[in-house]
């Protein structure tokens, strides 16, 4: 029987890096050095932090032990580490997207998603057979979202794609996946 502090748990770090080249690429070392599995990473470069800063925020799992490893080598780096949290993501959603979705922009569409709820895009898988231009195109958003949170991410996805004409496949109740 293992030790439940080597259990592998989801991790969510905030960051703020310095808007040069190689920053980011800095930032990601010391995850991987230290046993950290990267599931996502969104880097708001249009936003700044009042001190100039790019922020960042990095999803991972890792064991207990290795996640504090991974805090304490970032900062040992000099990467400014605002926020560093266990679990903040312990559900999975996926939904499915059909319509316009390059003209309606799918950039917009995901970073709204992000802004506006408690959820993160870990995967995304996109399908438009007939080019920018075919209403039949279609995008697969995998989200890991807080614990029950799962109805209000739904509410705020269902408001952005009625705005941009846009279906939404909703995942079935149980299980969240589709």
Do not use: C, W
């Not at 996926?94 to 895009?121: F, K, M």
């Amino acid at each position: 029987m293992s030790d439940s502090t080597d259990e592998v748990r989801s991790y969510t770090v905030r960051l703020e890096l310095v808007d040069e080249p190689g920053e980011l690429l800095r930032a990601l070392g010391p995850i991987a050095d230290n046993g950290g599995n990267l599931l996502s990473i969104f880097h708001e470069r249009g936003n700044v932090t009042p001190r100039g800063h790019i922020p960042v925020e990095v999803d991972m799992e890792a064991t207990p032990e290795r996640f504090d490893g991974i805090v304490d080598a970032l900062r040992d780096a000099g990467i400014n580490v605002i926020q560093a949290g266990a679990e903040r993501y312990s559900e999975t959603l996926t939904v499915v997207l059909t319509g316009h979705l390059i003209n309606t922009d799918l950039s917009d569409t995901l970073s709204r998603i992000q802004e506006h709820t408690d959820a993160t895009v870990t995967d995304l898988s996109l399908s438009a057979p007939e080019g920018t231009e075919d209403a039949s195109s279609s995008a697969r958003i995998r989200l890991a979202t807080e614990q029950n949170a799962t109805e209000s991410v739904m509410e705020t996805i269902r408001d952005i794609a009625a705005e941009k004409e846009l279906r939404v496949i909703e995942p079935l109740a149980a299980g969240g996946e589709l």
